[in-house]
């Protein structure tokens, strides 16, 4: 099944305000650059976005939060970013932190039709208020709902036509369980290929999960904490 | 007095044979330059890499191969990448043996803060509360006292919490505790601190129990 399409602006096709979207990355690393790049020329606003972080001040969805494209985060961590943390704390920002771990199963559960979960993290904090709470093997656990969006958009190293993705490194983390919760999943890749270039013992994501696929390109790939030993 | 390189190097005397290990931002992260000699252990970080190396040599980092702190890595032979919900079930599901993480406050019945500030400083969970949450070994490495001089090692957390009732021990720059049913236990003093300073240091109940040995670093 032939997913490919011509370019960005083909890919976000339909993407309207108002709507949720799930971003894939964690920090800088694996974001859909190009993808957030035509949300920012498409202005669409009052967006709810999912993503583990907000990016920083002048990159990945830093951009939009810029230019208040977004009227929810649902995030774990958004440190490193002062426009995000001088929105949230006025108040023109609505922010749901949850647990990282929480977050990614949430994603998995919307993508694989769990409705809910039962997690001990969060228990006996702010997190856990309003949940559900229940007990198994003596300990307690909060109940966390699935999540799902109307466009889930990730970044992978290589796809194929057929959809089928293969991330690099550490940059996989949150695009895998996206790529399956979205009732639309854009992929934009940094290598495309047709089907059978693919090894398929080592595809990540199934093409199943993705609607959507095309040739990213003029990837800036920024590092935000550059930590190196010196030569010799 | 310890220095955060030395609470490290103490925390990594605790490191055992064949242990996964989760190290968080801060003064944890440096438990991995201290490792004993003959223990072979594995550091795992939550945003999706078992096998965790050292930083790269210059010219060489790679922008798709970072830690939890967002810091350029490299990885050691044998070392895997996943995803994060894959990385999250070795967490909750205790095959990750010992996390060590930083905390604002520490309380006596082991509940710890370190995310929020309320109206001051949002930065987020990230995955501390999953962490937490199930890791059986936990092991806290922070200053003694704030800025300010004011004892993190509290009756009661004053802070929103990060998890309940889950902290084990604790190394500071004076001291090792154990968090036990009546408060918290005095195990070692760094050199040259003094019991006193130590109690004069902590606002929970500490509990002393005959001579306190010197940290070996």
């Given at each position: 099944m032939n997913k490919k399409v011509a370019n960005v602006e083909e890919a976000c096709q339909g993407i309207e305000s108002g709507m949720t979207l799930m971003l894939g990355g964690f920090g800088l690393c694996g974001i859909p650059e190009n993808s957030i790049s035509e949300l920012v020329n498409l202005n669409v606003t009052g967006l709810t976005c999912i993503s583990n972080n907000a990016g920083v001040d002048d990159f990945g969805l830093g951009l939009l939060l810029q230019k208040k494209q977004i009227k929810k985060m649902i995030s774990s961590y958004v440190g490193e970013n002062d426009e995000f943390e001088r929105q949230m704390l006025s108040g023109e920002l609505e922010v749901d932190l949850i647990p990282q771990g929480s977050l990614a199963e949430r994603c998995r559960a919307g993508g694989a039709g769990i409705p809910a979960f039962y997690t001990p993290?969060?228990?006996?904090?702010?997190?856990?208020?309003?949940k559900e709470v229940r007990e198994f093997n003596g300990k307690p656990h909060i109940l966390e709902s699935a999540l799902t969006a109307d466009f889930a958009i990730v970044k992978a190293w290589k796809g194929d036509t057929a959809g089928n993705l293969v991330f690099k490194g550490t940059a996989g983390n949150f695009n895998p369980m996206m790529a399956m919760a979205g009732k639309i999943t854009i992929a934009e890749v940094e290598e495309l290929v047709e089907p059978g270039e693919l090894n398929p013992n080592e595809i990540h994501t199934a093409g199943i999960f993705v609607q959507r696929i095309f040739q990213g390109k003029g990837y800036e790939k920024r590092i935000e904490q550059r930590t190196v030993r010196p030569k010799n | 007095m310890l220095s955060k390189s030395q609470i490290a190097q103490r925390i990594a005397q605790e490191l055992q044979n064949g242990w996964y290990v989760n190290l968080g931002i801060g003064i944890p992260t440096l438990v991995a330059n201290y490792i004993p000699e003959g223990i072979d252990v594995e550091f795992q970080s939550e945003n999706g890499i078992l096998g965790m190396g050292p930083f790269p040599v210059e010219?060489?980092?790679?922008?798709d191969l970072i830690n939890a702190g967002k810091q350029t890595i490299t990885a050691l032979p044998g070392a895997v990448f996943f995803d994060s919900a894959t990385s999250f079930a070795m967490i909750r599901g205790q095959h990750v043996q010992l996390t060590v993480l930083g905390a604002m406050e520490v309380s006596q019945n082991g509940d710890i803060a370190n995310w929020k500030i309320p109206g001051?400083?949002?930065?987020?969970m990230g995955g501390a509360m999953d962490l937490v949450a199930s890791a059986e070994n936990i092991i806290v490495a922070m200053m003694h006292t704030n800025r300010a001089g004011a004892?993190?090692?509290?009756?009661?957390?004053?802070?929103?919490?990060?998890?309940?009732?889950?902290?084990?021990k604790i190394v500071t720059n004076l001291a090792v505790l154990e968090v036990v049913k009546e408060g918290f236990k005095l195990i070692e003093r760094a050199p040259g601190v003094s019991v006193e300073e130590i109690q004069q240091a902590t606002e929970g109940d500490l509990i002393i129990e005959g001579d306190i040995p010197e940290m070996k670093l």
């Amino acid at each position: 099944m032939n997913k490919k399409v011509a370019n960005v602006e083909e890919a976000c096709q339909g993407i309207e305000s108002g709507m949720t979207l799930m971003l894939g990355g964690f920090g800088l690393c694996g974001i859909p650059e190009n993808s957030i790049s035509e949300l920012v020329n498409l202005n669409v606003t009052g967006l709810t976005c999912i993503s583990n972080n907000a990016g920083v001040d002048d990159f990945g969805l830093g951009l939009l939060l810029q230019k208040k494209q977004i009227k929810k985060m649902i995030s774990s961590y958004v440190g490193e970013n002062d426009e995000f943390e001088r929105q949230m704390l006025s108040g023109e920002l609505e922010v749901d932190l949850i647990p990282q771990g929480s977050l990614a199963e949430r994603c998995r559960a919307g993508g694989a039709g769990i409705p809910a979960f039962y997690t001990p993290a969060g228990y006996g904090t702010e997190v856990a208020e309003g949940k559900e709470v229940r007990e198994f093997n003596g300990k307690p656990h909060i109940l966390e709902s699935a999540l799902t969006a109307d466009f889930a958009i990730v970044k992978a190293w290589k796809g194929d036509t057929a959809g089928n993705l293969v991330f690099k490194g550490t940059a996989g983390n949150f695009n895998p369980m996206m790529a399956m919760a979205g009732k639309i999943t854009i992929a934009e890749v940094e290598e495309l290929v047709e089907p059978g270039e693919l090894n398929p013992n080592e595809i990540h994501t199934a093409g199943i999960f993705v609607q959507r696929i095309f040739q990213g390109k003029g990837y800036e790939k920024r590092i935000e904490q550059r930590t190196v030993r010196p030569k010799n | 007095m310890l220095s955060k390189s030395q609470i490290a190097q103490r925390i990594a005397q605790e490191l055992q044979n064949g242990w996964y290990v989760n190290l968080g931002i801060g003064i944890p992260t440096l438990v991995a330059n201290y490792i004993p000699e003959g223990i072979d252990v594995e550091f795992q970080s939550e945003n999706g890499i078992l096998g965790m190396g050292p930083f790269p040599v210059e010219g060489t980092e790679d922008a798709d191969l970072i830690n939890a702190g967002k810091q350029t890595i490299t990885a050691l032979p044998g070392a895997v990448f996943f995803d994060s919900a894959t990385s999250f079930a070795m967490i909750r599901g205790q095959h990750v043996q010992l996390t060590v993480l930083g905390a604002m406050e520490v309380s006596q019945n082991g509940d710890i803060a370190n995310w929020k500030i309320p109206g001051k400083m949002v930065k987020g969970m990230g995955g501390a509360m999953d962490l937490v949450a199930s890791a059986e070994n936990i092991i806290v490495a922070m200053m003694h006292t704030n800025r300010a001089g004011a004892s993190k090692i509290l009756k009661n957390c004053s802070l929103p919490l990060t998890g309940v009732g889950c902290v084990k021990k604790i190394v500071t720059n004076l001291a090792v505790l154990e968090v036990v049913k009546e408060g918290f236990k005095l195990i070692e003093r760094a050199p040259g601190v003094s019991v006193e300073e130590i109690q004069q240091a902590t606002e929970g109940d500490l509990i002393i129990e005959g001579d306190i040995p010197e940290m070996k670093l």
